[in-house]
């Protein structure tokens, strides 16, 4: 072939326009007509404000906003859909997950857990390597998370209400005194999970993984002491649980089980159902148990059939 | 179904394809190619020596340098790998 | 045909001098910046509260630099020396090289400070704002025009296909970045929703696909047959490679958003033309493998001929891993974790970069009529370019697979952070080989070009 200036200039910018025609044009024709999804709403202008700040400080590098049919960690509640998209622009899919998925962040977590977050992330997840934010003023990172607050739109929204209501009710508890601030605590675990010891012995190994867990997801807010002084502590109200005073107060196993599995809507204590399994829960709960609040009742009756496992 | 537009599509690109690689053997297109081979060679090689010119003390630094980087990250890998 | 006149040896090849120096002097500061936010990886606190030196700030930076200030301006530099020689003339004009030169530079500063001040249109690869956008799509048009009048006043008929790709990838890339940066919309630079990622990401693949693929094609189809001192293997297989990569490469970009929703059709495309990427990457893998059989020991003995052979050979790699990533299944493994930044370490740095660097190498000799300043510290940094990125390649892709694994299987993000902490430990010090090995090739170059004490000829 005669390769001409004219052919491979022509030539390639005809292929590229051809290219353009079929991977750019037509899906731009077939995805413009794309439809609000059910949870879609407008961003309000705080929201837009925040979300200014996450583009210039490049949060999209580490956090995708992409829910795929495979996932399971934070958001997999709900597959992404083109009509949660249609007012962003630029899109912040991302392409790296080196932080958790944020497209259902929004209401995850009370507006003073992120405050604790953003100041320093090792605050509130001891192992996280986020860059500390602090350098935004206290302005800046309330607009940022305006905005990550409403990632999920609609659904954003409902667990916001739920925050918020929890927020007012969990303040009055904290402030009407210890006993009733535990009292309160302890009314919101079922009946079933009240009464119930930790069915399994608090092994020295146990007691070893549950340390560790203590230390990878708990010491940012409760401190290394378990007195609720963590790094976390002067930015989060009510603040974290000190769990030296829950000795003779009711506490057991079931309690702090539940309390960690679930977590306590409203306050910055989220829950860990989805990153601590069954055997890791317990296991916390002994060493919480033993050592902080000094009162603990592993493996005390009823505890049901012999574990399979036990020495 | 978006098959049949496919279809369609890869088809007018085989003909298209068939079409223009016809007319461009029958136009002599593909003809006296071999010179083309050649052409990156037809220079007049520069002598060039292969030698290393760099005065030895600056050399050395730069190599030490370069050692010293070797050695850096080497031991951040071994303090790593068996301190931690 | 008539060669060239004789000039003075500091006239000669000005704006490929210039090139050099900047893709030299910006390989370190895109490599230390690289270091720099992989140290903040293992030590998030390393640079708390400076905002510019911020992790996320830091990556956005690096990869600019390291695509428009080290690999492409490398690569550039090659172009603006074999580009007359094979035309058999000199370049239209060195005073309009140099004001290329000097405009690419101060949009590269202009880059590095907005996105460390985090002025940025928050797309990948296309985070510049719009004045940036404008000097950079003035200097790709300079450099069209410069080309395209050298080709013009040629001595000699035939195209080389070097002049082809070189063409072509200036002309393609000027079209592809306006078109990816959205320019028409100065203020966002964006489109919205689902559209927008499927322009950015035709546009991000075709940084490689139609920028640095061709131009280090070009280099290697220059320099391998004049170190191997034999005739391209064939004419007829560099004639499919060109046109098959260009029609190809610039299908594939939706190959990043399988799983996002976009219309299954066009992800259908995306994967069918990536696994039809073996057709131009063989044809030129084949083509330059089979000029250098037998021919190994001349390539050994020369160093640019090394640094392009090697990048060959990572060419290959990478491309076989970019054909099997595009595969749903492989996919739902490999995305969105480090795996990719492993592929994209051994594309853009052990491919092009390498390349890029052999192609400095081998031109700064006949440019300066003079050997190099040392030979010695060109081969250390080989040696530590390839140990750098053979180590980014297998440390990045175990952790990418344990990441992966683990959230194939259900483990959260955080969960899996201490499982790669150690691979990012080593991945910071084999940041910090290859940016050493980008302070002493600056250093080589710099000497090799300015004050060399080797002799003339």
Redesign the interface.
Known sequence: ?????AA??A???L??AA??M???IL??A???K?IPSDLFRNRTQMEAKGRDLY????????H?Q?I???????GAERI???GD?????????????????LSQEGGEHPDDWHLAHFI???ST?P??????F???NRDNISLLTRYVQGLGMKDADRRMERQTLWKQRAVEAYTSGVDQNVEWLHAHVPEGWRNLPTPYPATEAGLARGEKIYQ?FCFGCHGPVGDGMGPAQPHIYPPPLNFTILKGRKISGGIIYYQIMNGITGTAMPYFK??LESEKIWDVGNYIAKYFIDQIDANTEPRGIDAAYEP | MYYPYFLA?ILTGVFIGIAVFLW?LKNG??SDQQRARFLALEEVRPEVAATSHGSGFQLYFIFYLALAGVAASFALVGYALFFQ | MPENPTRPATAAYLTARGFCLTSAAWMMMATLVGFIAAL???A??L?????WL????L??IHVNLVLFGFVTPGLLAGAFYFVPRLLRTELYSEKLGIVTVILWNMALVATMVTLAA???????YAEMIWPIDAGIVTAFCLIFFNF?MT??HRNEK??YVS??YA??AV??TT??YC?GNVVWKPD?????????????W?YGHNVFG?LLTPLSAAAAYYIIPQVCRSPLYSHTLS?LGF?SL??IY??I??H??L?????TW?KV??IVDSIAMVIPVMAFLINIWYTARGKLGLIHGDIGGKFIFTGTIMYFIVSILGSLMALPDVQ?VT???HW??GHAHIGVLGFSGMIALGGLYFIIPRITGKPLFSLFLADLQYWMILIGVSGFAIVLTISGLI?GHA??N??????V??EIHIY?IIRAALGLLIFLSAVSGFYNIFRSVFSNPGENP
């Not at chain 1, 795929?68 to 934070?74: E, G, Q, V």
């Not at chain 3, 985090?118 to 990948?124: D, M, Y």
Request: proline fraction near 7%; include cysteine; hydrophobic fraction near 45%.
């Open positions: 072939m005669k390769m001409t200036p491979v200039i030539g390639s910018l292929i590229l290219v353009v079929v991977v750019i899906p731009y077939d995805t413009s794309t583009i210039s400080n490049g949060c999209v590098y580490c995708t992409s795929r049919a495979i996932d399971w960690d934070l992404a859909e083109a998209y249609i007012k962003d622009h630029p899109i912040l899919l991302g392409s790296q997950r080196t932080g958790p998925d320093n992330p090792r997840r192992l996280s390597i986020m860059p500390p602090q350098f935004l990878d989805r990153e | 599509y461009a297109q593909f | 903040e990886l293992v998030p606190d640079t708390a509260n400076i905002s911020l992790f996320s700030r990556r956005p985090g002025l940025t249109q928050g797309r990948e395209i080709v013009k035939i195209l002049v082809w063409l072509a002309a393609l079209c592809t078109l966002s630079g964006s489109l919205t929703g689902i559209p927008d990622a499927i322009l950015l035709f139609l004639l046109w260009i029609v610039t299908h970009g939706t990043h958003l799983q996002v929703p976009v219309p066009l495309v995306a739902r995305h969105f974790n990719v930044v990441q959230w194939l259900g483990e959260t993000v955080y969960r952070l201490s990012n």
